[in-house]
């Protein structure tokens, strides 16, 4: 298998197995891929590339989420009695 990283918490852009044969999906699950694009498929050879804009996409909006809401920080004044 080659893959362009192998860092944790990483994106992955492409990644190439070469032995389909060998449970695939164990070492797909190590990624978190959001969109697959089979690029290839030969003898034994899958060439698999993540598309990273619809990732970062995702994150935006997992990012907006869970923000807390605002609260407004000017003090409501009592009228004057």
């Not at 298998?1 to 990644?15: E, F, L, Q, Y």
């Not at 032995?19 to 190590?30: E, G, S």
């Not at 935006?60 to 807390?68: F, G, I, L, Q, V």
Request: charged share 25%; aromatic share 4%.
């Amino acid at each position: 298998m080659n893959d362009t990283v192998t860092a944790p918490r990483t994106i992955v852009h492409r990644i190439v197995i070469h032995q389909l044969r060998l449970a695939v999906h164990q070492i797909l699950r190590l990624y978190d891929f959001v969109c697959i694009h089979i690029l290839m498929i030969k003898k034994y050879v899958l060439y698999i590339e993540q598309s990273l804009r619809q990732r970062l996409s995702r994150h935006n909006k997992e990012k907006a989420t869970s923000r807390p809401p605002q609260t407004s920080r000017r003090r409501q004044l009592s009228p004057a009695t």
